[in-house]
C-alpha cells in the first residue's frame, strides 16, 4: 500500500515519527513535505497529499498542530475524504462509514504511541459499503 504523508511544522516531528513506523512495517511512503520544522503555511502540504492521494488512488496522513486546518485544506479536493481523528473509535468509524483515505492528525493534542494506533487502525480497517456506500457517494459537490 502507498502512503502518501505530509505535515506543517507542527506536525513535523510526529510527521518524521511515523514515516519510520510505516517504513517498518512494509508500506512504500511518499513524504510530501515538509522537511524541517521551519514556520510553513499548512495549505501547501494539505493539497500536495490531496492530489497525489487524488491522482494514485491511494491513503494520506496530514499532521497539523490541530488537524483541523490540514483537513480543511484537503476536503477541498473531490473524491477526498480527509477526516481528523483523535481516538481509535472515530479512525475505525471514518474507514467503516466514510470510507475516509486521508487521516488526519492533531500532533498538539496526541501522543506519538496514539498517533501511531490510530495510523494502525486506519491503516487495517476496510470500508463497510452497503448503507454507506450511498451515503459517501453524497458527499462529492
Known amino acids: ?14 510527521k518524521e515519527e511515523l514515516k519510520t513506523f510505516l517504513k517498518d512495517k512494509k508500506y512504500s511512503v511518499t513524504d510530501a513535505g515538509t522537511y524541517s520544522a521551519d514556520s510553513v503555511d499548512y495549505p501547501d502540504f494539505a493539497h500536495a497529499v490531496a492530489g497525489e492521494v487524488e491522482k494514485m488512488n491511494s ?15 484537503a476536503n477541498k479536493h473531490q473524491g477526498i475524504r480527509a477526516a481528523l481523528c483523535w481516538t481509535e473509535e472515530i ?11 486521508i487521516l488526519c492528525l492533531p500532533a498538539r493534542f496526541i501522543s506519538r504511541n496514539l498517533a501511531v494506533t490510530l495510523t494502525e487502525v486506519f491503516l487495517s480497517t476496510a470500508f463497510e459499503g452497503g448503507r454507506h456506500e450511498r451515503r459517501v457517494a453524497k458527499i462529492n459537490c
Open 59 to 73: 491513503i494520506g496522513i496530514l499532521i497539523c498542530g490541530s488537524g483541523n486546518g490540514v483537513a480543511m485544506a
Open 1 to 14: 500500500m502507498q502512503i502518501i504523508i505530509g505535515s506543517d511544522h507542527a506536525g513535523f516531528l510526529l
Open 91 to 101: 479512525a475505525r468509524l471514518a474507514r467503516q462509514h466514510n470510507n475516509a483515505n
